[in-house]
């Protein structure tokens, strides 16, 4: 590391404390050459995740993207923002557990919508309509009644065939 003000780079480190809620560590340092002192942070590298749209495009996963989408099918909802950022951020956990580059952007739908049904099903009927791009009322009492007969899991199959019928 250099020194940001000489260039030099031989500093001793002063400090070090854990920074951004544990996520990295803040270190105050002394340059050697011209002792000014100036801070850095260390923080692990977080790894990249692409969606692949259907389109075939690539994007890289961006949480903020999830949670926004989460918070317009919740507007109008007793669903509070803490709880919706906790369900965006398990959606983005599932997703780097089990996906290492690329996950088809199917796969976040569903799991957005997985959480969405524990939050609120209203929610989870608007996030579904546009999701899953309902064209007719008919599409609407479908996912209303899979919503009584099935588990999360087989609703969201049978919302899927659902939609390849039309």
């Known amino acids: ?10 500093q001793r480190v002063l400090d070090s404390r854990p920074a951004r809620d544990g996520e990295a560590i803040r270190r105050r340092r ?3 050459s011209c002792n000014r002192r100036f801070t850095t942070f260390e923080a692990p590298e977080r790894p990249r995740l692409f969606v692949v749209k259907r389109s075939g495009v690539r994007e890289e996963f961006d949480r903020e993207k999830v949670l926004n989408g989460m918070v317009t099918a919740c507007r109008k909802r007793p669903v509070s923002l803490d709880q919706l950022r906790e369900a965006a951020a398990r ?3 599932d997703l780097f557990d089990k996906w290492e580059d690329d996950v088809p952007s199917n796969e976040v739908g569903d799991r957005v919508m997985r959480e969405l049904y524990g939050l609120d099903q209203v929610a989870y009927v608007r996030f579904a309509s546009v999701y899953r791009e309902f064209e007719n009322p008919e599409e609407f009492s479908r996912t209303v009644r899979s919503m009584r007969n099935n588990s999360p899991d087989k609703r969201l199959a ?4 659902d ?3 039309v």
């Open 163 to 165: 939609r390849a019928k």
């Open 91 to 93: 959606v983005e956990r």
């Open 1 to 10: 590391m250099k020194c940001p003000y000489c260039g030099h780079d031989e």
């Open 158 to 161: 049978a919302i899927g065939a």
């Open 30 to 32: 002394e340059c050697e």
